[in-house]
């Protein structure tokens, strides 16, 4: 399956393409917002709601809810405010005929495409099921569900989803209506959630942060002993997180801390092989993180190429986008398992975030720990 539409133009985005942020510090109000938004809507007449939070500098969620509860859209762009839980509406889409789901940013994203879908939610996580894929989203903070409609025109048509953003503003799902989705039944959907008023974000300001702090000290020995002692990936994503909060720095530098043998550099122009070398593995699969902590199931047996500046994973019906600018850094992580160490590979961008996460599942671990350390080892 090759998922091929004009709403995903936001991914090939180039860095020198982006204007200043509208306001560097703090989360601009929703009528700046707006205004920003049509000034650019002007000049560029089909501008969608991701182009136009990156041109903005402020998040797709912040920008969505300063277009909700307007009696006219702005450019091609109409927002409504959804509330209720998000089971429900989950299961009256899937029986519309199929979703078209997407994680992540423009840095790392997936998309999966099914027929079906199953959602649960029980207060402390949405678990979102969709063909072989399962999708975790913890809920530990408010979120939002805004429903975005582009009017792109006669050759591309309208593009209408359903977006889940976190308090930050953070797209963490969203779900698009298809060519397959019985249009009635989503606009009832739509319709019977839709209220009054638009969802308050607030920046994260975590960059900044991050940052300022990264000079603090470091005890690369209580790491490295940490690290160790770890019986699993869990036991060391454990760690990581705790150091990381008392040295108020971040997880690139604690994994430049602990060093080889655990965490290596791998040149971020290998990412190609990498991936060359995770379709080629002969059953197993891989578990994908993206950027905000969304853990999916990538099946063995895709299909890698590079389009344009971005790597694309195909595989079933999932697609797995990598922009070349959003390589900056890549590490090579060896975590401890019941049937040995374990080569985990991750991607950081220019913002020393991760983006990506890759790690093998079953049968894939031999071929992938042999790929890895080949890369580490040239790099």
């Given amino acids: 399956m090759i998922i091929k539409n004009d709403s995903d133009s936001w991914l090939s985005i180039r860095s020198d393409q982006v204007t200043a942020p509208m306001i ?9 917002i707006r205004a920003g938004f049509a000034d650019w809507s002007v000049r560029l007449p089909r501008l969608g709601i991701r182009e136009g939070a990156l041109r903005l500098g402020v998040s797709e969620g912040a920008l969505a809810g300063a277009l909700c ?40 994203s997936v998309a999966v495409l099914a027929a079906d879908a199953t959602c649960e939610e029980d207060g402390e996580a949405l678990r979102l099921g969709m063909g072989p894929l399962r999708l975790v989203l913890p809920q530990r903070e408010p979120v939002a569900l805004i429903a975005v409609r582009e009017a792109r025109g006669c050759r591309c048509g309208t593009l209408e989803l359903i977006g889940l953003y976190a308090a930050d503003g953070r797209p963490l799902l969203r779900l698009h209506r298809t060519s397959n989705t019985d249009p009635g039944i989503y606009a009832r959907a739509i319709a019977a959630r839709t209220t009054a008023g638009s969802p308050r974000f607030t920046p994260t300001g975590a960059v900044r942060s991050t940052v300022a702090r990264l000079l603090a000290p470091l005890d690369v020995q209580r790491l490295r002993a940490g690290w160790l002692a770890a019986a699993d990936g869990a036991a060391i994503e454990d760690l990581l997180e705790r150091m990381a909060g008392a040295a108020g720095t971040d997880r690139l530098r604690l994994l430049d801390g602990v060093g080889a043998p655990y965490a290596r550099r791998i040149d971020p122009l290998a990412m190609g092989r990498l ?6 593995v002969d059953g197993g699969g891989f578990e994908l993180r993206c950027a905000f902590g969304e853990d999916l199931r990538l099946p063995a047996g895709g299909r890698h190429a590079c389009e344009g500046r971005e790597h694309l994973v195909v595989v079933e019906d999932l697609c797995l986008r990598l922009a070349h600018d959003g390589i900056a850094e890549v590490r090579a992580l060896r975590y401890p398992g019941a049937a040995g160490p374990q080569a985990v590979v991750e ?12 790690r093998p599942i079953g049968a894939a671990a031999p071929a992938w720990s042999a790929a890895v350390e080949q890369a580490a080892c040239a790099s």
């Fill in 275 to 280: 991936l060359d070398a995770a379709c080629a």
């Fill in 347 to 358: 991607v950081y961008d220019p913002r020393r975030r991760r983006t990506l996460a890759l």
């Fill in 24 to 32: 560097a510090n703090d989360m601009p109000p929703a009528a700046q």
């Fill in 69 to 108: 509860g307007l009696d006219e859209e702005i450019g091609i762009v109409s927002c409504s405010r959804l509330e209720g839980p998000i089971a429900p509406l989950v299961a009256e889409l899937a029986a519309a005929g199929g979703l078209l789901a997407t994680f992540g940013d423009r840095q790392a």
